[in-house]
């Protein structure tokens, strides 16, 4: 009998494979050229859930960004709305900037 395999499973298995700065700064650089193609605003909470479960402690960065634990993983569904304020205190809790660029010169 096969094993089904579950979105998490993959999930997990991405995010043991960015144990190190540079493969983290990979990650996120392919991250945001998806976003720049798509404009997925989904895109980035994928990323974000990556990389929170590739530093571990989900409660932990919950304490520490001062936000429900149950907010944190509704920022990870598909077609979520979070706050811009609980998105922001999440990354930056994960040591992810989020800036502004001019998309036309």
């Keep these: 009998m096969k094993k089904k395999i579950e979105l998490t499973d993959v999930w997990e298995t991405?995010?043991?494979?960015?144990?190190?700065?540079?493969?983290?700064?990979?990650?996120?650089?392919?991250a945001n050229k998806a976003y720049d193609i798509t404009q997925d605003p989904d895109v980035i909470f994928s990323a974000l859930r990556i990389i929170a479960m590739a530093n571990g402690n989900i409660s932990k960065l919950a304490r520490n960004a001062k936000v429900e634990r149950r907010s944190i993983y509704n920022i990870f569904k598909k077609g979520s709305n979070p706050t811009f304020k609980t998105v922001s205190s999440v990354s930056q809790n994960l040591g992810i900037n989020i800036h502004l660029s001019l998309s036309r010169v």
Excluded: Q, V, Y
Aim: glycine share 12%.
């Design 14 to 30: 991405f995010a043991e494979g960015i144990n190190t700065p540079k493969k983290m700064k990979e990650f996120i650089d392919g």
